[in-house]
């Protein structure tokens, strides 16, 4: 069964369509790369998946479950954000503490792994408002990797974190890809797409153009990168033409 | 929406605008008691002044406060909680923290200065109209997205509240001064919960007298249990009628 199903996800801001007419399916133990020019609707896409956005039209079902009716199918999904704020006077352990409940969380039963790989531990009793964007970004992290989510949604998850901690973190990836959770990862690094991803989501004009293996980009465009290869697919592209597979 | 609330409740514990209000209270009681003799006159003063400043203070704190919360506010709401949970919980931890300050502000030298009915009233009213402008800053900060707009738009609210609705009943006053016109004034100020406020608190000093036939006739409302009760559920329903539109509002919002 796919764990991510969109049918006909549409979403307008007043006259703007910001989304229009995707169709895509995710399954367990796949990492898809989400990527597109900016105002592409790669955060809309997002944001209608997590339910932060409802749509205009068409549906999207986590687990099976209806997104936008009962908030337990979010019990699933781990989420990174892109800018990472969290209440100042909180310390680490007590924002730590406030999602362990908010989930019902025993002691125990969570993956606590990257606190210790990502340097955490020392910070435990570190006010939030004393720590540095980067360090409020593995905190973040921490939070989305923590209950072990069968969907995980990161966005732009590098970003501002330094290079070891950075590798740090596309490990955790892929061992939630090897226990089979389905991951979605919003990316302007070809590389990392390249490296990481089993498919990738090109968005353009809110419209899914591209849904295809970075492999099969490349052979078909018999380019080496993949920075090179997608221009070069989407010129052969007619405009309103969608390639996925 | 207990979790929510306590631990939001942590992080203003710690806030330097919540302690500095707490403070700032605690100045201008003690100072207004020390500074006149007589315990009513320093509670007429204090009455003003809390009227003024506690509304205008609890309703910025706390559309700063949802602003300042933004992010984290779309991180709960990607957490399997309702959506009313997340507004109310937040909602209810500002109201608490902004009580706390208030009683301990005015509660305390009130009780020590002046503990009878004018000074319980006073602190009753104090703590409605605190709930009432949280509620009030909580919709207006949930239904704006941009933050110098929802702050602009409390500042109007409160000048409305405070300044503009009093001169339009003075105004209505004089106008049609040659008319009897009490009645329809009382239920008037009684639809700003300020001016209730102020009501309750001048009816327990006794200067209703001052305001001549006015105050009879708020005097013969206001002043009885039945009139208190009704005093009170209309606060009630300045607190209950803008959470309301706020948790509404907050269901269908795009975060």
């Given at each position: 069964m796919d764990r991510v199903v969109f049918e006909g996800v549409g979403k307008r801001y007043g006259k703007q369509w910001a989304l229009r007419g995707v169709n895509a399916r995710f399954a367990p133990g796949e990492v898809v790369m989400v990527i597109g020019p900016n105002g592409s609707g790669k955060t809309t896409l997002i944001k209608c998946l997590l339910g932060l956005v409802r749509t205009t039209e068409g549906a999207i079902q986590v687990n099976g479950m209806e997104v936008g009716t009962d908030p337990e199918y979010r019990r699933a999904i781990g989420y990174m954000p892109q800018l990472a704020e969290f209440p100042?006077?909180?310390t680490v352990d007590q924002l730590l503490r406030m999602m362990n409940d908010i989930r019902n969380a025993r002691s125990g039963?969570?993956?606590?792994?990257l606190i210790e790989a990502l340097g955490l531990e020392a910070l435990l009793?570190?006010?939030?408002?004393?720590?540095?964007g980067g360090m409020r970004q593995k905190v973040s992290a921490v939070l989305a990797f923590r209950y072990r989510p069968s969907v995980l949604v990161l966005d732009e998850?590098?970003?501002?974190?330094d290079p070891v901690s950075a590798r740090t973190l596309l490990e955790a990836v892929s061992e939630a890809r090897r226990n089979g959770a389905t991951v979605l990862i919003t990316s302007h690094i070809m590389e990392e797409v390249q490296q990481l991803g089993d498919r990738l989501a090109y968005l353009q004009d809110g419209r899914l153009r591209v849904l295809l293996a970075p492999e099969v980009l490349l052979e078909v465009t018999r380019e080496s990168s993949l920075s090179r290869a997608l221009p070069k697919y989407l010129d052969q592209l007619p405009p309103s033409h969608v390639e996925s597979m | 929406m207990w979790k929510v609330c306590k631990y939001t409740l942590i992080d203003l514990a710690r806030n330097r605008f919540a302690l500095g209000y707490a403070a700032l209270l605690l100045v201008v009681s003690v100072g207004l008691f020390q500074l006149e003799g007589d315990p009513t006159k320093a509670l007429i003063s204090l009455t003003q002044v809390a009227l003024a400043l506690v509304p205008l203070l609890a309703l910025v704190f706390t559309i700063i406060y949802y602003y300042n919360q933004y992010e984290f506010t779309v991180l709960l709401a990607v957490q399997p909680l309702r959506r009313r949970s997340i507004v109310l919980a937040q909602w209810a931890a500002i109201n608490i923290a902004m009580l706390v300050a208030f009683l301990f502000g005015i509660g305390m030298p009130v009780l020590v200065y002046s503990p009878d009915a004018a000074g319980w009233t006073l602190l009753l009213t104090g703590a409605a109209l605190t709930a009432v402008f949280t509620a009030i800053g909580a919709w207006i900060a949930v239904r704006n997205r941009d933050r110098a707009r929802g702050v602009g738009i409390g500042l109007v609210t409160w000048v409305l509240m405070v300044l503009v609705y009093d001169a339009l009943l003075l105004w209505i006053m004089f106008a049609f001064s040659?008319?009897?016109?009490e009645p329809v004034i009382v239920p008037l100020a009684a639809f700003n919960p300020i001016d209730l406020a102020r009501i309750l608190v001048m009816l327990r000093i006794d200067l209703a007298a001052l305001l001549g036939y006015t105050g009879a006739v708020y005097q013969q409302f206001f002043g009885t249990a039945g009139g208190m009760l009704v005093a009170f559920l209309a606060l009630l329903l300045w607190v209950l009628l803008p959470c309301w539109r706020a948790v509404r509002a907050f269901r269908v919002k795009d975060l």
């Open positions: 100042r006077e909180l039963s969570t993956d606590d792994r009793d570190k006010r939030i408002g004393t720590l540095s998850p590098t970003a501002g974190l | 040659d008319r009897p016109i």
